[in-house]
């Protein structure tokens, strides 16, 4: 049996991918919330640095899906298996969300 086809490797690989997929998750539970406070406070005394966020809130979407499309398109002529090219799709989202995480927990 190749390594490629390895029943074990698979399982493995789909067991990272739904890992780094809860993670997504956890964190963007955290990132909602907050942005959602920024957003009622924002509608009752506007302050300039809140229109940043929400700008940033709107371009990243689609920054993240322009370039995972990229990564995931690029893996997949790479000849890569389903969830690596899925991982490959997700990473850039998944590193958004963790810097928003990040940033937003600072305050």
Do not use: C, H, Y
């Amino acid at each position: 049996m190749s390594r490629r086809n390895d029943p074990l490797r698979a399982g493995q690989a789909a067991f990272r991918l739904n890992l780094a997929l809860s993670a997504m998750a956890w964190q963007a539970a955290f990132v909602v919330p907050a942005r959602l406070q920024m957003m009622a406070l924002g509608l009752v005394s506007p302050k300039p640095g809140d229109m940043g966020e929400m700008t940033l809130m709107v371009a990243e979407k689609f920054a993240a899906v322009a370039q995972g499309a990229g990564a995931a398109t690029a893996r997949a002529m790479a000849g890569g298996d389903p969830v690596s090219v899925a991982m490959a799709a997700i990473g850039p989202a998944r590193r958004a969300v963790r810097a928003n995480a990040k940033r937003l927990a600072k305050g």
